[in-house]
Structures are given as structure tokens and as C-alpha cells.
């Protein structure tokens, strides 16, 4: 029985004799290792040969793991088997090859005998030729000068020299038998002349040719496409030093978002145009462009053009609506606190004046002269609406004098409001339910309607009827004053959202005018009784006077333009002007502030 | 620099110099035309000392250069130019300041004393000098206006009008210092805020705040008027404590429609009222009815006759002092307007003896003098006041008084000497 080893050997003897051969020499201390004799070389070369030629695997292509258990590879042609070569490399030898073996680049395995084959000068250059997608002959040349044997060119001679046949002479009878045939057909009536189309209201007509011209002007979508802005500096090849980048300027450009950028290229600069490359973003700025066309709103905008100052409304010149107050000429020094309310007398002589420093006062109103001082809780016998914040909240007198409505804030009550009747002393509760906290009451001037603003609207009740007649939508968060024009149609609410609503009672339960001219609460509003004024003060220490001519024709709105900004209140702990009123006979307003004094404007 | 021919005159002889054209600088200003007139007076007499003067070209105070006053004049500098000099006048010195316990309402100032009302009260005399002489208490309410009557020798009649709606008539005694109140004028039923004695001082007339002026006799007697009480009227009332003899209105003029504000006889048959109805009424006493309007647009606080020149002037609420011609009946009422003043102008009264001067007191704290031929600008400011000012009053003595609301009552004293004064 042939050892497995032996065999092995003769292959590995073999394969390196094969090696010696085509390497020339390089693997000389091998063969020695082979214990084969020097002198033996010269004559096993021919045996070699044919040995190595006869080495041939007969297994095919079938993978060789299958092998990978066998002691064997195959089997040559004899039908014996071909062993494995010992392999007694490690890696360390292989890396050793590897760093030694000035062939071991060429050196490659042959799975089918397991063997290590040096390659040839020859090999190297042909495997080189075809990785190169070449002929793996080196004489074969692949652009060999064509030969034209058919060319646009007539030539002298023909390709073929067959003469002419004669039936290209004479006329076809197959052909004039058809010719004929159809002839007798038309004749017959059997085939008809083709059929004129009558086109009057062919196949294809203009479905829009009745429609009006204008709705297909309004159809016609011609949109101009946005222009390219012509290029700069930047764009240029050689752009000015300034254009260019510095290193923070290319930093930033670089940090940039694409869509953030100034710029959305880098401006360099080339010696001469012959050396600028192609732009490498021209498609993707091209896409960018038509993407831009595509995604273009196809909405076209109607401008209309109107001169602004038409939109402007037109409003008469203050100058034309004198008199108004313009300027402040007394100032009324002597409450220590800030001052509530304030009142005139009917006479247009008197001014009283509540404060939270607890006292009443009363003024003389052409010198300033405070001539009296009355400290709350002593009786005040005066012919004049006073209000002042203590337990009573508001005092409301009717025109006619006789009766006075008092209003005292508590959520939960329904005596919010009572009305007094003062020839007879006696009071009465007119609510029966409580509607909401009660901020001002006021009598109408002329009718028996009695209002009643709460925080977020105005009631008003007819007290012969005892109904509610109209309930007025303020549109505001807090009402804090109102005021009822003395021909009593008209109603101005102040409220604590810098908003001043005048109300139209003839007109609608919604503000007729909202005026925002103030920066901060509307604190006061007040009527003059016969002047068309009327003025609204405010947290932001000014005081606003309107005019508000009402017109007697029922279809004329009432004209309201605003005439004088009257400041001079100093503004203390975020309040300003607290309470605005007229004097009864003069276009002159008094105005009660948180600076402790009172101000008239004339 | 261009030359204007210019002839200087003067209605004062001991100024005068030659009626001759002299050729003088377009732009020479006051100080170089007072240099001019001296030199040539000092020429003609050796003894003359320098004195300031002023130069009016057609009636207006020249008070920029000649060119640009005649450039806004529109005068042809072609022309000889006519300039009238007179001697300027002296800015007023103060005098005296007398103190009071309140506000000073009114003043009212003869030759040898001066009448003051205050807010205290009552009503102070005080001597040209400044010495307190005398106080005058008894109206139960502020005083608005005092007004002196009469004076025989060393008895004087003087009135008081308060807020307490009555006029008290008092007596006065100079030498033995004693005031005796004679009568108590009712009728009224506002405050009683200025009252004026008629020029043969047998009458006055009285505004108040209820719209009326009344007339009343203002020679005392010995018997007190029958006073028709409504039945009305509760009879404890009756009971009030008085001083005087009731006295009731001899006439009474309605017509107002707001607060008079300041009454003045304008002759011995005519009154004269300002009111805040925007008015100002001129009424007959003889018949008892309203002769001429003047209507204005604004609050009148003060009116002021001058016989002199026959003017009516008045401060209203719009800072403005207008100057009225009363017999105009047709045309523009508004003569003049002067403006400087930023309050309200609350006192104006033209000068006694000149007919060009008159001197007003406003809110702003201060008194303007004014001469009506320099209507852009006053002569002279006087801000001694630190509040608002009441009252002003002259005497044809030289003396001005301003009163206010910082208590005290000034006097100055001013070159009451006008020679020239034209009249």
C-alpha cells in the first residue's frame, strides 16, 4: 500500500523542479532541501516535462473543497489519483517567502494540482495585456486599415456584369389586368370615390370660439418668467481683490445653510479666461432654475394702484373745528392723594374734587383757589355729581335733580344699585338679579331710561316700563367709564383695553366707532353738555379731545375726528389721568390725575 | 451800506433840533438815532446831558434797524423819512412789596392810598408808602373787588364785593382810624366779582356770577331799604347777623348769558361789562338797556377804558389783550391785538395819564407793560410775582400795582413825568 506521504513527495519534487525551471534559479537552497542530486538536474528536465504534462486533473470543474478531506486531488489521465503536495509552509515560512522571494509576485496556486507555479516573462505579460482589455496577442492589431468594397463612390466597373432582363422593357400585363379591373370596378359603381369630408363643423373645431372674449383674456395664464439678475462682480473670473473670500468670510460660507448664503458659489479668481474649468454646478443650478419655474405660484396678483391719499378718509382740519381746549392754563395744588373724581358745578363756577387722601374739595375754577375742605363723612350739599371711592362707588343725579342712583361694587349682591329719590327721601332697589358687577350708571338726559354699564356691556333700562330696552356690546374685556351725550342718543365708553367705543343707539347695539388712540386704560370719558366734544383720559397721562359733531338727520353719521392730545399729568404708580371732565358753559376740560392735582385746559 | 434821508421832530420843545433832512445808515438802530439827536442837541446847547430816546416811524416804535422796520413796514425808503423822537421811558423800579395773609384779589389805589382785597377775607388799606393802615373785616366770604367811592377831607366811602353775594359801602375815617360799614347792598344771587364807582362817585355798578349787573346809589343815608323777601324764604334766615343798612339795587341790566366778570363806567351815563359769554355789553343807565355788543371768541377776565384815547381794552382767557374802539359799529372791532403773555390774562388797565400805556397781569407770573405803537413786544416785563397775578392798578401819582397769589402786593414807581405825553 502506497503511502500517502510518499506520494505526496514525488508531486512536491515535481512541482519544484517545474519552479527551477521557469524562475531561473531563484530557489536553489530549496532544491537541496528536496535531497535531490545537482547533477540529476540536466536529466530529469525531459522526464520532467512530460511529467508536468501529464499532471493534467480529469475531475472537471467541480469545486475543489470537495477535496478538501481527500489525501488526494484528482485523478490524471492514467485514472490515478493526484495527491496533495506536502504542504510544510507555514506562515511564518510564507511570510519569509514573501519577504525573500523576489518571485513571489509571480507565483501563483494552482488548485487543480495543489501546486505553486511560478509564472513566466510570457505569462506576466499576456495576464498584464488581457487585465488591460487587450488582445493576448502581441502582434494582433486591432485597428488594421478597413477595405471598402462597397463605397458611395461609383466605380468604373460594375459589381456584377448581368444585363438588363427584358421585362424592364415592356409593361407589366399583371399590372395593366388590375388597372383594369379596378377601371371596370368604378365603372360598375362597385368602388366608390373617396368621400369629402364636410369640414363646415369638421372633427376639430374651437371649442372657445363662442366663449366672451374676457373671461378667455382672464384664461390666458402668460406669466413672464422672473429675470435672472444679470451678473456681478462675484460672477466674474477676476474679480476685484474686495470680491474675493478672506478666511473668515469662506468660514462662515461654509458654516452657512445653503439657503442662508449670500453668495452660492466661492468668487475666484484665474490668471486669464482660458484656465477657468467648467462651472461643476451648472445642472444643478439649471434643475434649481427650472425647478423654480415649475414650483412659480401661477396666480396672478391684481395690483391695483390707488393714490394713498385717497384711502385717507376725509376728515375736516382741526383749525376748522375750534373752539377746543389747546392748552393748559391752571393747575389745582392741594390733595395729598391721588384724585378720584371730579366735578363742575352747573354754573361753570365750582369744581369739586374726591381723593383717596379722604377729603372733598371745592375750587373756585377761574383763580384756582381751593375755598373748601371736606373731609368725607361730613355732609356734602352740593348741586353736583360727585364720585368718589369708598364704600359708594358712583353717584349718578338725574338731570332734573331729584334723583340720584349710587352704585356699590359687590359680585354678589343685587343691590348694586339703588336709586333715590331725594325730595322724598326714600330708596329703591330697581334690580332684582344681579347681572354682572356694575360699573357705571347713568341717568338719560331727557327720557326715563336709566343705564347701566357693567364689565363687559351696557344695559339700558326704561324705568316707566321697567324693562330692558337695549343691550350695547362694548367688544371690550373691562368697561371703565361711561358717558351718555347729552341729546342722549349717543353713548362713549372708556375701557381699560386703551379702547373708546361710541355707541349709536339709534343705530346698532355694536360700537359705531372704536377709537385706540390711547396707550394705556381709558380711565374717564366725558361729553361737553352743548359743545360738539367730547374727551377721554387715560392712563398714559394724557387727555384726548375729540370732536363729535351728532347730526339731527337720522342717515348722517356722526362725524368724529380726534383735535388735541392735552398732556401734562405726571403718570405715579402706573396711573395717569383718572377723571376727565367739561366745563358746563366754556370749551375748557378739567382732568383729576394721580399726581395729585387738577388741570385745566382752555 | 446804503444812506436813507431821514427828518427828526418832536413834540417836546426842549428836544427840538433843526427841521433839516439828514442822511443817516439804513441799518443804524436805536442807540445810533439817540446817539444822532444828542449830538446835535449837545451842538446847539452846551448844557444838554445825554439822555435815551425812542424813535417812531409812522406812529410804530422802532425797535429792530430802520432798514428792516421799513422793509416790514412796506414804507418807501425813496422818501425823506419822518421820525419823531421822545424820550424813552424809564423802566419801572419796584417800590414797595406788602405782605398780606392770602391771595390778593383786588387793588384799587388813589393818590394817597391803596385798597386791597384778599382772599382772608377782608379788605386792607395801606398808604402809598406801604404801611398797613387799616383792615376791613365783616364780609363773610373771600373779597373779590374793592373800589374806592368818595373822599371828603379826611372821610372816605369804599366799597367791598364778595363771594357771599353782597356789596358792603364803608366809611372810613383816616384820622381816627375807624371804619363803619353803612350799608350792606343785597340782591344778588351769585358772588358779587367787580364792581365800579361812576365818575361823580353817586353810583356803582356791580357784575356777579348770577348773570346781573346792578346798579346801586352809593351815597349813604340814615335809612335802610324795604327788601322784598320771597315768602318763601325760611324766616330764620331773616336773622342773619348784618352789617349796615340793607341796601337794594337801584337798576338792575340783564343780558349776559354767562358770569361778568368786570364792570366800568365809561362817562357818568354809560357802563361798561365784560363777561364770560364771550361779550362785551355797553349799557345806558339813563333808560336801563344794552346799547352796543362787542363779540369776541374767547372768556373775558378784565376790561379797561382809557378816556384818553378812547379805547377799550380787554384780557382774555387766550393770553391775548385786545384793544376795542366802543363807537365802531361796523368793521373790525379788534383794533389791536397784543401777545405775549402764555396764561390767562386776568387784569389790564391803561395808564392814567398817557394814552398809549397800559400794563397787564396774567397767570404766567408776570406784568407786561405795553406801549400800543410797539404791539410785538411789551416795553418792559415785571417778574417780581412768584404765582399768578390778580390785579394790577395805577395811580396818577406814578405809582403801579400788581397783586397775586403769592400774598404780596407790589408797587413800582415809573417816570409818571411825560411831558411829551401827546393828550
Given at each position: 500500500?502506497?503511502?500517502?506521504?510518499?506520494?505526496?513527495?514525488?508531486?512536491?519534487?515535481?512541482?519544484e523542479e517545474e519552479e527551477e525551471e521557469e524562475g531561473g534559479g531563484g530557489g536553489g537552497g530549496r532544491e537541496e532541501g528536496a535531497g535531490l542530486p545537482v547533477e540529476t538536474a540536466g536529466d530529469a528536465f525531459c522526464e520532467v516535462l512530460c511529467a508536468v504534462q501529464d499532471i493534467r486533473n480529469t475531475v472537471g470543474n467541480v469545486p475543489m473543497e470537495w477535496y478538501r478531506d481527500f489525501p488526494h486531488l484528482g485523478y490524471d489521465l492514467d485514472g490515478r489519483k493526484i495527491y496533495k503536495p506536502i504542504r510544510s509552509q507555514d506562515e511564518l515560512d510564507h511570510f519569509l517567502d514573501k519577504m525573500e522571494n523576489p518571485d513571489y509576485w509571480r507565483t501563483v496556486h494552482d488548485k487543480q494540482t495543489g501546486s505553486d507555479i511560478t509564472l513566466s516573462e510570457e505569462q506576466v505579460a499576456l495576464v498584464r495585456r488581457l487585465q488591460s482589455?487587450?488582445?493576448?496577442?502581441?502582434?494582433?492589431?486591432?485597428?488594421?486599415?478597413?477595405?471598402?468594397?462597397?463605397?458611395?463612390?461609383?466605380?468604373?466597373?460594375?459589381?456584377?456584369?448581368?444585363?438588363?432582363?427584358?421585362?424592364?422593357?415592356?409593361p407589366s400585363l399583371i399590372e395593366k389586368e388590375k388597372v383594369s379591373k379596378l377601371v371596370h370596378a368604378i365603372k360598375m359603381g362597385w368602388i366608390k370615390p373617396r368621400r369629402v369630408e364636410d369640414d363646415s363643423r369638421g372633427r376639430y373645431y374651437d371649442l372657445w370660439a363662442s366663449e366672451d372674449s374676457s373671461i378667455l383674456a382672464r384664461h390666458k395664464m402668460h406669466l413672464p418668467a422672473p429675470k435672472i439678475p444679470l451678473p456681478g462682480h462675484q460672477e466674474s473670473y477676476n474679480p476685484p481683490p474686495e470680491f474675493l473670500f478672506n478666511e473668515e468670510e469662506r468660514a462662515l460660507w461654509e458654516q452657512q445653510d445653503a439657503a442662508d448664503r449670500k453668495l452660492p458659489f466661492v468668487p475666484r479668481k484665474f490668471s486669464s479666461l482660458r484656465s477657468v474649468p467648467a462651472f461643476p454646478r451648472f445642472v444643478h443650478e439649471r434643475f434649481e432654475r427650472c425647478l423654480d419655474l415649475y414650483l412659480c405660484p401661477r396666480q396672478r396678483k391684481m395690483r391695483v394702484n390707488v393714490d394713498p391719499e385717497d384711502l385717507i378718509p376725509k376728515l375736516p382740519k382741526p383749525r376748522d373745528l375750534q373752539p377746543f381746549p389747546t392748552t393748559q392754563s391752571l393747575v389745582y395744588r392741594g390733595h395729598s392723594g391721588l384724585i378720584r373724581s371730579i366735578s363742575v358745578s352747573p354754573t361753570g363756577q365750582w369744581l369739586a374734587s374726591g381723593s383717596d387722601d379722604g377729603s372733598v374739595r371745592f375750587w373756585e375754577v377761574c383763580s384756582s383757589r381751593c375755598l373748601k375742605t371736606v373731609q368725607v363723612g361730613g355732609a356734602v350739599r352740593r348741586p353736583v355729581c360727585l364720585t368718589h371711592l369708598s364704600a359708594v362707588h358712583q353717584v349718578a343725579w338725574h338731570a332734573k335733580g331729584d334723583y340720584l342712583a349710587s352704585v356699590m361694587p359687590d359680585h354678589s349682591s343685587h343691590l348694586q344699585v339703588l336709586i333715590h329719590q331725594v325730595s322724598r327721601r326714600r330708596s329703591q332697589n330697581p334690580f332684582r338679579r344681579n347681572k354682572g358687577l356694575v360699573q357705571r350708571v347713568s341717568f338719560h338726559p331727557l327720557r326715563p331710561y336709566f343705564f347701566v354699564a357693567t364689565q363687559r356691556s351696557v344695559r339700558i333700562y326704561n324705568l316707566l316700563k321697567q324693562e330692558m330696552t337695549k343691550k350695547l356690546q362694548a367688544n371690550a374685556k373691562w368697561i371703565s367709564s361711561m358717558a351718555v351725550h347729552p341729546g342722549g342718543d349717543h353713548v362713549i365708553c372708556g375701557s381699560y383695553d386703551c379702547r373708546l367705543s361710541w355707541f349709536d343707539l339709534d343705530l346698532s347695539t355694536k360700537p359705531y366707532r372704536m377709537l385706540r388712540h390711547h396707550k394705556k386704560a381709558v380711565r374717564g370719558v366725558a361729553y361737553h353738555r352743548f359743545y360738539p366734544l367730547f374727551a377721554s383720559a387715560s392712563d398714559d397721562g394724557s387727555v384726548i379731545v375729540c370732536h363729535g359733531t351728532v347730526y339731527n338727520d337720522l342717515l348722517q353719521n356722526p362725524l368724529i375726528v380726534p383735535v388735541k392730545v392735552l398732556r401734562g399729568h405726571a403718570v405715579s404708580q402706573d396711573l395717569g389721568v383718572l377723571d376727565v371732565t367739561f366745563h358746563p358753559s366754556q370749551p375748557w376740560v378739567f382732568s383729576s390725575g394721580a399726581d395729585a392735582t387738577i388741570r385745566l385746559y382752555t | 451800506m446804503s444812506q436813507l434821508q431821514a427828518r427828526f421832530?418832536?413834540?417836546?420843545?426842549?428836544?427840538?433840533?433843526?427841521d433839516v433832512p439828514f442822511s443817516i445808515p439804513a441799518a443804524s438802530e436805536v442807540q445810533d438815532l439817540s446817539h444822532v439827536i444828542n449830538t446835535l442837541l449837545q451842538a446847539k446847547n452846551e448844557s444838554h446831558?445825554?439822555?435815551e430816546f425812542d424813535f417812531l416811524v409812522r406812529g410804530q416804535f422802532l425797535r429792530t434797524s430802520l432798514s428792516s422796520h421799513m422793509e416790514t413796514e412796506g414804507i418807501s425808503t425813496e422818501e425823506v423819512v419822518e421820525i419823531e423822537y421822545v424820550e424813552r421811558i424809564a423802566a419801572p423800579e419796584p417800590e414797595e412789596c406788602m405782605m398780606h395773609d392770602d391771595w390778593i384779589s383786588s387793588v384799587d389805589a388813589d393818590t394817597e392810598w391803596i385798597l386791597t382785597g384778599s382772599y382772608d377775607k377782608t379788605a386792607r388799606i395801606w398808604s402809598t408808602e406801604g404801611k398797613a393802615v387799616m383792615t376791613v373785616a365783616g364780609h363773610k366770604d373771600v373779597v373779590k373787588d374793592v373800589a374806592w367811592v368818595k373822599r371828603d377831607g379826611l372821610t372816605s366811602l369804599l366799597l367791598t364785593a364778595s363771594l357771599d353775594q353782597t356789596v358792603l359801602l364803608w366809611e372810613w375815617n383816616?384820622?381816627?382810624?375807624?371804619?363803619?360799614?353803612?350799608?350792606c347792598c343785597r340782591g344778588h344771587t351769585g358772588s358779587v366779582d367787580t364792581i365800579a364807582t361812576d365818575p361823580t362817585g353817586s353810583k356803582f355798578c356791580?357784575?356777579?356770577?348770577?348773570?346781573?349787573?346792578?346798579?346801586?346809589?352809593?351815597?349813604?343815608?340814615?335809612?335802610?331799604?324795604?327788601?322784598?323777601?320771597?315768602?318763601?324764604?325760611?324766616?330764620?334766615?331773616q336773622k342773619t347777623e348784618q352789617l349796615g343798612l340793607t341796601r337794594t339795587p337801584l337798576m338792575?341790566?340783564?343780558?349776559?348769558?354767562?358770569a361778568v366778570s368786570s364792570v366800568l363806567w365809561c362817562d357818568s351815563?354809560?357802563?361798561?361789562?365784560?363777561?364770560w359769554d364771550h361779550t362785551i355789553r355797553i349799557w345806558d343807565t339813563e333808560s336801563g338797556t344794552m346799547k352796543t355788543t362787542l363779540t369776541g371768541s374767547k372768556v373775558f377776565n378784565c376790561i379797561s377804558y382809557s378816556p384818553l384815547c378812547r379805547r377799550l381794552a380787554s384780557g382774555s382767557t387766550d393770553r391775548h389783550i385786545r384793544l376795542w374802539d366802543p363807537r365802531t359799529k361796523d368793521g373790525s372791532l379788534v383794533l389791536l391785538s397784543l401777545t405775549s403773555h402764555t396764561g390767562w390774562v386776568t387784569a389790564v388797565k391803561w395808564a392814567p395819564s398817557h394814552e398809549h400805556q397800559l400794563v397787564s397781569g396774567s397767570l404766567d407770573n408776570l406784568v407786561k407793560l405795553w406801549d400800543t405803537r410797539s404791539c410785538k413786544a411789551p416795553l418792559y416785563d415785571l417778574a417780581a410775582h412768584e404765582d399768578k397775578v390778580f390785579c394790577v392798578d395805577w395811580t396818577e401819582s406814578g405809582l403801579m400795582l400788581s397783586g397775586g397769589a403769592d400774598n404780596k402786593l407790589y408797587t413800582y414807581r415809573y417816570s409818571a413825568c411825560q411831558t411829551d405825553a401827546g393828550a
Amino acid at each position: 500500500e502506497d503511502s500517502v506521504f510518499s506520494g505526496l513527495e514525488d508531486s512536491g519534487s515535481d512541482s519544484e523542479e517545474e519552479e527551477e525551471e521557469e524562475g531561473g534559479g531563484g530557489g536553489g537552497g530549496r532544491e537541496e532541501g528536496a535531497g535531490l542530486p545537482v547533477e540529476t538536474a540536466g536529466d530529469a528536465f525531459c522526464e520532467v516535462l512530460c511529467a508536468v504534462q501529464d499532471i493534467r486533473n480529469t475531475v472537471g470543474n467541480v469545486p475543489m473543497e470537495w477535496y478538501r478531506d481527500f489525501p488526494h486531488l484528482g485523478y490524471d489521465l492514467d485514472g490515478r489519483k493526484i495527491y496533495k503536495p506536502i504542504r510544510s509552509q507555514d506562515e511564518l515560512d510564507h511570510f519569509l517567502d514573501k519577504m525573500e522571494n523576489p518571485d513571489y509576485w509571480r507565483t501563483v496556486h494552482d488548485k487543480q494540482t495543489g501546486s505553486d507555479i511560478t509564472l513566466s516573462e510570457e505569462q506576466v505579460a499576456l495576464v498584464r495585456r488581457l487585465q488591460s482589455g487587450r488582445f493576448g496577442d502581441v502582434d494582433f492589431n486591432e485597428y488594421q486599415p478597413t477595405v471598402e468594397y462597397f463605397s458611395r463612390d461609383v466605380m468604373l466597373h460594375p459589381v456584377t456584369n448581368r444585363p438588363a432582363d427584358k421585362r424592364s422593357f415592356i409593361p407589366s400585363l399583371i399590372e395593366k389586368e388590375k388597372v383594369s379591373k379596378l377601371v371596370h370596378a368604378i365603372k360598375m359603381g362597385w368602388i366608390k370615390p373617396r368621400r369629402v369630408e364636410d369640414d363646415s363643423r369638421g372633427r376639430y373645431y374651437d371649442l372657445w370660439a363662442s366663449e366672451d372674449s374676457s373671461i378667455l383674456a382672464r384664461h390666458k395664464m402668460h406669466l413672464p418668467a422672473p429675470k435672472i439678475p444679470l451678473p456681478g462682480h462675484q460672477e466674474s473670473y477676476n474679480p476685484p481683490p474686495e470680491f474675493l473670500f478672506n478666511e473668515e468670510e469662506r468660514a462662515l460660507w461654509e458654516q452657512q445653510d445653503a439657503a442662508d448664503r449670500k453668495l452660492p458659489f466661492v468668487p475666484r479668481k484665474f490668471s486669464s479666461l482660458r484656465s477657468v474649468p467648467a462651472f461643476p454646478r451648472f445642472v444643478h443650478e439649471r434643475f434649481e432654475r427650472c425647478l423654480d419655474l415649475y414650483l412659480c405660484p401661477r396666480q396672478r396678483k391684481m395690483r391695483v394702484n390707488v393714490d394713498p391719499e385717497d384711502l385717507i378718509p376725509k376728515l375736516p382740519k382741526p383749525r376748522d373745528l375750534q373752539p377746543f381746549p389747546t392748552t393748559q392754563s391752571l393747575v389745582y395744588r392741594g390733595h395729598s392723594g391721588l384724585i378720584r373724581s371730579i366735578s363742575v358745578s352747573p354754573t361753570g363756577q365750582w369744581l369739586a374734587s374726591g381723593s383717596d387722601d379722604g377729603s372733598v374739595r371745592f375750587w373756585e375754577v377761574c383763580s384756582s383757589r381751593c375755598l373748601k375742605t371736606v373731609q368725607v363723612g361730613g355732609a356734602v350739599r352740593r348741586p353736583v355729581c360727585l364720585t368718589h371711592l369708598s364704600a359708594v362707588h358712583q353717584v349718578a343725579w338725574h338731570a332734573k335733580g331729584d334723583y340720584l342712583a349710587s352704585v356699590m361694587p359687590d359680585h354678589s349682591s343685587h343691590l348694586q344699585v339703588l336709586i333715590h329719590q331725594v325730595s322724598r327721601r326714600r330708596s329703591q332697589n330697581p334690580f332684582r338679579r344681579n347681572k354682572g358687577l356694575v360699573q357705571r350708571v347713568s341717568f338719560h338726559p331727557l327720557r326715563p331710561y336709566f343705564f347701566v354699564a357693567t364689565q363687559r356691556s351696557v344695559r339700558i333700562y326704561n324705568l316707566l316700563k321697567q324693562e330692558m330696552t337695549k343691550k350695547l356690546q362694548a367688544n371690550a374685556k373691562w368697561i371703565s367709564s361711561m358717558a351718555v351725550h347729552p341729546g342722549g342718543d349717543h353713548v362713549i365708553c372708556g375701557s381699560y383695553d386703551c379702547r373708546l367705543s361710541w355707541f349709536d343707539l339709534d343705530l346698532s347695539t355694536k360700537p359705531y366707532r372704536m377709537l385706540r388712540h390711547h396707550k394705556k386704560a381709558v380711565r374717564g370719558v366725558a361729553y361737553h353738555r352743548f359743545y360738539p366734544l367730547f374727551a377721554s383720559a387715560s392712563d398714559d397721562g394724557s387727555v384726548i379731545v375729540c370732536h363729535g359733531t351728532v347730526y339731527n338727520d337720522l342717515l348722517q353719521n356722526p362725524l368724529i375726528v380726534p383735535v388735541k392730545v392735552l398732556r401734562g399729568h405726571a403718570v405715579s404708580q402706573d396711573l395717569g389721568v383718572l377723571d376727565v371732565t367739561f366745563h358746563p358753559s366754556q370749551p375748557w376740560v378739567f382732568s383729576s390725575g394721580a399726581d395729585a392735582t387738577i388741570r385745566l385746559y382752555t | 451800506m446804503s444812506q436813507l434821508q431821514a427828518r427828526f421832530f418832536t413834540e417836546n420843545k426842549r428836544y427840538a433840533v433843526d427841521d433839516v433832512p439828514f442822511s443817516i445808515p439804513a441799518a443804524s438802530e436805536v442807540q445810533d438815532l439817540s446817539h444822532v439827536i444828542n449830538t446835535l442837541l449837545q451842538a446847539k446847547n452846551e448844557s444838554h446831558k445825554q439822555v435815551e430816546f425812542d424813535f417812531l416811524v409812522r406812529g410804530q416804535f422802532l425797535r429792530t434797524s430802520l432798514s428792516s422796520h421799513m422793509e416790514t413796514e412796506g414804507i418807501s425808503t425813496e422818501e425823506v423819512v419822518e421820525i419823531e423822537y421822545v424820550e424813552r421811558i424809564a423802566a419801572p423800579e419796584p417800590e414797595e412789596c406788602m405782605m398780606h395773609d392770602d391771595w390778593i384779589s383786588s387793588v384799587d389805589a388813589d393818590t394817597e392810598w391803596i385798597l386791597t382785597g384778599s382772599y382772608d377775607k377782608t379788605a386792607r388799606i395801606w398808604s402809598t408808602e406801604g404801611k398797613a393802615v387799616m383792615t376791613v373785616a365783616g364780609h363773610k366770604d373771600v373779597v373779590k373787588d374793592v373800589a374806592w367811592v368818595k373822599r371828603d377831607g379826611l372821610t372816605s366811602l369804599l366799597l367791598t364785593a364778595s363771594l357771599d353775594q353782597t356789596v358792603l359801602l364803608w366809611e372810613w375815617n383816616s384820622e381816627r382810624n375807624k371804619v363803619k360799614a353803612r350799608h350792606c347792598c343785597r340782591g344778588h344771587t351769585g358772588s358779587v366779582d367787580t364792581i365800579a364807582t361812576d365818575p361823580t362817585g353817586s353810583k356803582f355798578c356791580s357784575g356777579s356770577w348770577d348773570k346781573m349787573l346792578k346798579i346801586w346809589s352809593a351815597v349813604p343815608t340814615e335809612e335802610a331799604d324795604e327788601v322784598e323777601e320771597p315768602p318763601d324764604r325760611p324766616r330764620k334766615k331773616q336773622k342773619t347777623e348784618q352789617l349796615g343798612l340793607t341796601r337794594t339795587p337801584l337798576m338792575t341790566l340783564s343780558g349776559h348769558s354767562e358770569a361778568v366778570s368786570s364792570v366800568l363806567w365809561c362817562d357818568s351815563e354809560e357802563v361798561c361789562s365784560a363777561s364770560w359769554d364771550h361779550t362785551i355789553r355797553i349799557w345806558d343807565t339813563e333808560s336801563g338797556t344794552m346799547k352796543t355788543t362787542l363779540t369776541g371768541s374767547k372768556v373775558f377776565n378784565c376790561i379797561s377804558y382809557s378816556p384818553l384815547c378812547r379805547r377799550l381794552a380787554s384780557g382774555s382767557t387766550d393770553r391775548h389783550i385786545r384793544l376795542w374802539d366802543p363807537r365802531t359799529k361796523d368793521g373790525s372791532l379788534v383794533l389791536l391785538s397784543l401777545t405775549s403773555h402764555t396764561g390767562w390774562v386776568t387784569a389790564v388797565k391803561w395808564a392814567p395819564s398817557h394814552e398809549h400805556q397800559l400794563v397787564s397781569g396774567s397767570l404766567d407770573n408776570l406784568v407786561k407793560l405795553w406801549d400800543t405803537r410797539s404791539c410785538k413786544a411789551p416795553l418792559y416785563d415785571l417778574a417780581a410775582h412768584e404765582d399768578k397775578v390778580f390785579c394790577v392798578d395805577w395811580t396818577e401819582s406814578g405809582l403801579m400795582l400788581s397783586g397775586g397769589a403769592d400774598n404780596k402786593l407790589y408797587t413800582y414807581r415809573y417816570s409818571a413825568c411825560q411831558t411829551d405825553a401827546g393828550a
